[in-house]
């Protein structure tokens, strides 16, 4: 990623300084780390564009095959090697606030007070107080005495400017996810990884046996804090974040699991709608296999997304975040309810009359009409709804349940609904 440069970016300055301090005014030498520096550089990044584009100019390749015009819309090789370098291409669509509001928006606090605290715990709560201490004391011109040596001393500054430095200019941007801090974890770790589980401190053999066993109390502590932060993480992220997804896949028919006891939905063409959830990961299950995937990101299911799948029997259409508006125009392209041909669909088993939507449950709620999960109108008028299937443990942070006042209610919505749409005039076939 191109943001990497934010976290180099002091560790190169501290060097040069480094350098400046030990080798005094010295123009030549200075040029020589600059230039070899610069070679470096240029030497991997030449070999990394290099490999990508072999790796990807075959890719296109293999997909031009069957594609008489592709040829035409080919490029010049100095395009195509541009083409491929990663860093540039991400930094080019990051710039565009339109495409990062895609992706979600985020006020500038959110690396420092939701995603660091989030990824590192007591890490970076830590980390966050040693910086401070650390820039207080150089705003007052204080250096505090070090009974270690000085390597030990210089390192330290140059990963706590390393941590300082990125989550400064990450927070500068408007879309803020978690993973882009991820190069701090070796700083963090480096410079208070023993003091977080309770090891930072060396025991004075004078101290007092009362002072050694208040530290060693502190220590277990403060390491059963992080045990129990990273517990509670993994069973978060791990099972119940977005947790109904994968179960969802694997429930469906061509997936080696069972099929719907259903006659009606049984015999149907297959179409599912994931709304308002993360991507399903189709590569995980045989149902990459099967099913035609489509997603809002790449082709807003317009022109050659339906084009492509909409004579397929079985196929996902991945709406990610959008909005009920979004999610009504899908379903009248895919299951239109007044069109001339919809007498003709008992006639012909080729024609899709149910899709099936999964989405959260407090989701659901939302679009329908009556205030029956099981079975109900949407709020369109124009389609009916039938609960076939449920995966209990499903969290989605954008779409929490709206609590009443009764936790049991609350809990019981933590879930990931699999519903059988169609239009009014067949929903009491299901």
């Known amino acids: 990623r191109f943001t990497f440069a934010f976290f180099a970016f002091p560790i190169v300055i501290i060097f040069l300084w480094h350098r400046w301090k030990q080798m005094g005014f010295q123009l030549k030498c200075h040029f020589h780390d600059v230039l070899w520096m610069a070679f470096s550089f240029l030497l991997i990044s030449c070999a990394f564009i290099w490999v990508d584009a072999q790796y990807y100019s075959w890719q296109t390749k293999l997909a031009c095959d069957d594609d008489s015009t592709c040829g035409e819309r080919s490029e010049t090789k100095l395009c195509n090697i541009f083409k491929y370098i990663a860093p540039f291409n991400a930094f080019r669509y990051n710039s565009k606030s339109a495409n990062l509001a895609e992706h979600g928006l985020h006020p ?43 390597s030990y001393s210089f390192t330290k500054n140059v990963c706590q400017w390393t941590i300082f430095s990125g989550l400064l200019v990450l927070s500068c941007a408007p879309h803020q996810e978690p993973r882009f801090l991820l190069p701090s974890i070796v700083p963090l770790v480096f410079l208070y990884g023993r003091k977080v589980v309770g090891y930072g401190e060396v025991e004075n053999s004078t101290d007092s046996v009362t002072h050694q066993q208040n530290q060693s109390k502190m220590a ?173 443990g499903h969290i989605s942070t954008e779409d929490w349940p709206a609590f009443d006042g009764s936790v049991k209610t609350f809990l019981g919505q933590l879930k990931l609904d699999t519903y059988a749409v169609s239009c009014l005039e067949y929903g009491r076939e299901i």
């Open 108 to 150: 500038r606090i959110t690396h420092a007070a939701v995603n660091m605290p989030m990824l590192f715990g007591p890490l970076a709560l830590v980390g966050f107080g040693s910086i401070a201490q650390s820039m207080r004391n150089m705003a007052k011109g204080r250096r505090k005495e070090h009974s270690v040596d000085s």
């Open 220 to 392: 277990s502590a403060l390491l059963a804090v992080w045990i129990t932060f990273n517990l509670i993480l993994y069973l978060f992220f791990g099972w119940l974040h977005q947790g109904g997804v994968l179960p969802s896949l694997l429930h469906l028919p061509g997936s080696g699991s069972d099929q719907p006891r259903n006659e009606v939905l049984a015999q149907s063409p297959r179409a599912f709608i994931y709304f308002k959830t993360y991507m399903p990961p189709t590569f995980l299950t045989l149902v990459g296999r099967s099913y035609g995937v489509c997603d809002t990101s790449e082709r807003e299911f317009e022109g050659t997304c339906s084009d492509d799948l909409h004579h397929q029997t079985k196929v996902i259409l991945d709406l990610q975040g959008a909005n009920s508006s979004a999610l009504l125009g899908v379903l009248r392209k895919w299951l239109p309810c007044h069109s001339p041909e919809i007498g003709d669909r008992d006639n012909d088993a080729g024609k899709r009359r149910f899709l099936h939507l999964v989405s959260p449950a407090a989701v659901i709620l939302q679009l329908l009409e009556e205030n029956d999960e099981s079975r109900a109108t949407m709020i369109w008028g124009e389609y009916s709804m039938i609960l076939t299937r449920y995966y209990h």
